[in-house]
């Protein structure tokens, strides 16, 4: 894989020019991101302030087969994947020994900047990009990135979608288990003017036959002064999701049918719609001082219907879960180089949320259209707002050390609209104070040691208590997470890099809050560990090789069960112990290339007292190829699950069961598969 420098641009994150990666930038880059016209000033990009970066170009996205983008994210060192695949709500990317279950959502996402996470923190935006559209995916780790407050608790992802440039560039895919996927991508950029498409289509029959239809839609339009000075733009995109959901499996139907989905489930679906529409305005004041703006509008609408337990007493209910949220935003940011060795960088953000929540309960009886509920536990209306400032400098007091001191302050409020009658407002947490510290020393021209420190935080989200205050009802303080990291990246041989980093996060107060279920339980005091290592090169100039693997723990540190026994030295359940990746990509011709990917992650509890054993480990290869039919065509073919290997999302089903016959139940991992896909560009 190729490692270029990173440079400054103007309304676009990232760009690369042709001279190796800077030594004192920590971040690696797998790939190559595509080439956009470049200029003196511009924002900051996070791979020159902040010290545990990692970049995935475009070559490594845009010819992937996924049925959901957030798992193109895994091709990244120490990536947790939760698979759920249950229908719409498919599962999510983790890292820094965060776990995707839903309860504790540590990891802060964006598309092209913009905060894109529901109200709860789950990653359901993501859904609204195809690989064709995406030109890069960042990923920051740890506690000191001081641009994002809500929901940044471990670090964030960021999906830069491809902006201005001339091209139309398509993708059909035929595969496995009755998929079919068209993308279609198409940029026009004239005298100053910039018009970006893009439309996608994919059908599937799913591994388990429920069956899955997605539709996406978006468009981009932005304007540059005759100076390059100013740069408009608006954003907007339109998503839609029809997925039946084929429901968890006990250990004996696992092992009598991996893809069979039970009777019990057989009318639980998701329909999803996802909406996005945003401003963006940059000013380049002066050589030295650049003002960013974007304003921006999401909405998130789903109606669920499922069935999680195979309760035999049959009292396990159906459930109808639906969501109506909106989210308006504004992002403002000032970045003025004032000296050589000094540069300020600052901005403001603010967020109101506009969030609805509705959960009926059913009748166990064999399956039906769900029609009258006999219980209507969540009826809820709440709002969530949210003001932030950050400030951080750049000080470069010598040629070879860098060092980035920063300050972020957040505070909510809102409202919910009780059940009950009345209103509760949100908890006051006051000004939530998160300060930085980053360092980065140049000792050689090859080798950076880097180190950072931060604060991030947790609050509750959703409406249930104690997130919405009632006079009788507990309150939660801010989780306050400490992260601490060291590190170093350095060349042990021409065209090789290698990084190892050793980090660390605590929390105060910790709790698993799951908005949907109405769900919140203290998990006190946790601590969160782990090594990362990276190394990736090139033989040859035909064969490139990387690979990963990362150490990690997450254990509570200060808790309590219901019934007063102790939690402290247990893991945080749905938590892998190591996670790993490797692969490798060899240019046989200028026409063919072979590619070989793996990863793999351990066992892991499957709940908080750690007395129901381990499950969810596995080891997965994919293998694909390329041929370059002329200069505008070529033809993919991939793999995936090469070796065929079992393999399953777990997690224990305790709801309404007779005590002591809890169980783990499973949603299996799609078996071998294999996709031939048709690129053209015009």
Known sequence: MKKKRLCLLLGAAWALSCQSARAEDPAIVMGEVRISAQRAGGPLLSNRVLTSVDVLGADKVEDKNVMNSWELVGQLPGVQLTETRMGAESGKATFRAFNGEGYINGIKVLIDGIPSNVNSGNQRFIDMIFPLEIDYIEVVRGTNDPRYGLHNIGGNINFGTRQGGNYTDGRLTFGSYGTREAQLAIGRESGGFAQNYFIAVQESDEYRGTGSEKYSIGGKWFVTSASKAVKAGLVVRAYKHDAGEPGFLTAAELAADRRQSPAKNANDRSEREMRHASVHLDWQISPDAFFSNRVYYNSYDDDRRVTFTSNPAGSAPRQRRIWDERQVGYLGNLTWRASDAVTLDGGVNAEQQDNRYGRMRFGYASPTDFGTPVLVQNDDAYTLDNVGAYVQAIIRPTGTLKIVPGWRADKFSGHSTLMAGGTARLQDYGWIRQPKLSMVYTPAADVSLYANWGRTFQVLTGSGAPAYLAPSQATFDASINTGKEIGVKFK?????????????????????????????????????????????????????????????????????????????????????????TAGAEYRASDRLRFGLQGRAQGDYFIDSPNEQGKFGGFVLFDASLRYRLSERASIDVQVKNLADRRYEYAWYDNFFWPAGQAQPMFSSGPGRSAYVSLNFRM
């Open 492 to 580: 042990p041989a021409p065209h090789t890099e290698m990084r190892l980093a050793v980090w660390r996060q605590d929390a105060t107060g910790e709790v698993a809050n799951m908005p949907a279920t109405g769900t919140t339980v203290g998990l006190g005091e946790t601590r969160r560990e782990g090594v990362d290592l990276q190394l990736s090169g090139q033989v040859a100039g035909q064969l490139d090789l990387w690979v990963s693997h990362s150490l990690q723990k997450a254990e509570v540190v200060k808790a309590f069960t219901a019934a007063g026994a102790s939690l402290a030295g247990k893991e945080v359940f749905s938590t892998p112990r190591h996670i790993s």
